[in-house]
């Protein structure tokens, strides 16, 4: 459990001291393929008091995804890397401790940047408020979160319409499964790939897909071929590989393709070779297109209002698996890459 005495006391500085001992995870040395639990190290640190301008906050939830990984190797990328020796950093959803601005009071919902740990101070322009009304708080960091921003992002970015076939790949996880939820709201086709039957499962029954498949039963072109004979004309792609090789085989002319992510080559240490069929990008006039969800948050209030309003309705299911206790976030994350998660992986905080 947590050492959460907070005592509050000011002094001539007009400072509040926070008697708080908090743990977080560090990363200690980069890992070289798949990471392991020596890459990490759970540390307590003490608060420093708290100042004017300051917000404390006790996360609640905290959330572990794919992308991370590549924020652990050194080097340049689109994000910065993570230093050795610092707390790591992730969306978080918390409750205000104590405030020393105008914009918070204790008590307030807050999302943020700062997870991989238990208590944090920002500034205000560092947090994000939310109701209380959606239950549990951890719906933040998955349909009404980056997760659910990024899958909705992604149709938007293609422009997704109801006349589409669209085929998602990694669509049990955090991502995929709300892609395919959204498309299904706009009157779509939708097929998803997972790697088991119980994800199959999940897909068909809870998610409405029209055809999931497990790509781990048979060579995904050949399922591919057989469930959508005349093509697709989008393709989600969240894992990158041979995955994206047999979308390029099924992509209409002038289809279209959201790149997302690339799971199959994140712990990869050589790079491999691309699509050998990359010339179907040519001969059918496809698009590509990169996604980064941070490049739309001018737009978090439309998705705010359009997706919350699907899940406040019902339409949208909030799938999650749920780690307890932040020792457990390491094993969570790792579990990313063995395909632990049904849905979006969320570590509960003690």
């Known amino acids: 459990m947590t050492s959460a005495n907070v005592s509050v006391s000011r002094t001539h500085e007009e400072k509040i001291t926070t008697d708080i001992i908090s743990r977080e995870i560090r990363l200690v040395s ?22 004017d301008g300051q917000v404390l906050v006790r996360n609640l939830y905290m959330s572990v995804d794919p992308y991370m990984r590549g924020r652990m190797n050194d080097g340049k990328s689109y994000v910065p890397s993570f230093e050795l020796g610092k707390p ?21 919902a807050v999302t943020s940047n700062f997870g991989w740990r238990e208590y944090f101070m920002a500034s205000p322009k560092e947090l994000h408020l939310v109701s209380h009304e959606i239950q549990p708080l951890s719906v933040y960091l998955g349909v009404l979160g980056m997760t659910g921003m990024t899958a909705w992002a992604g149709l938007n970015l293609v422009e997704v319409k109801a006349s589409d076939i669209i085929f998602i790949s990694g669509a049990a996880g955090a991502v995929g499964s ?22 199959v499962k999940f897909l068909r029954e809870e998610c409405g897909f029209d055809i999931a ?123 990313l890459f063995e395909g632990k998660n049904l849905g979006k992986m969320v570590v509960k905080l003690d």
């Open 178 to 199: 709300v892609a395919g939820q959204l498309a299904k709201l706009r009157g779509c086709q939708v097929i998803g790939s997972a790697g088991s039957m119980e994800k």
């Open 30 to 51: 980069r890992p070289k393929g798949m990471p392991t639990a020596d890459n990490f190290a759970l540390v307590e640190t003490e608060l420093e008091p708290l100042e």
């Open 213 to 335: 498949f497990d790509y781990k039963v048979s060579p995904i072109l050949e399922q591919l071929n057989l469930d959508v004979p005349d093509g697709i004309d989008v393709y989600f792609d969240n894992v990158g590989g041979e995955m994206l090789e047999a979308a390029l085989s099924v992509l209409r002319v002038h289809g279209r393709i959201v790149a997302c992510g690339g799971i199959s080559s994140y712990n990869q240490e050589k790079p491999q070779p691309g699509p050998s069929n990359l010339f179907n990008m040519t001969t059918k006039r496809l698009t590509m297109k990169g996604l980064l969800v941070r490049d739309w948050l001018d737009r978090q209030g439309e998705f705010e209002q359009e997706v919350g309003g699907y899940f406040r309705a019902g339409k949208l299911k909030n799938k999650e698996t749920v780690v307890v206790g932040i020792d457990q976030a390491v094993g969570a994350f790792i579990g």
């Open 88 to 108: 790591l950093e992730g969306g978080a959803v918390g409750e205000v401790i104590q405030s020393r601005t105008q914009e918070f009071k204790a008590g307030d």
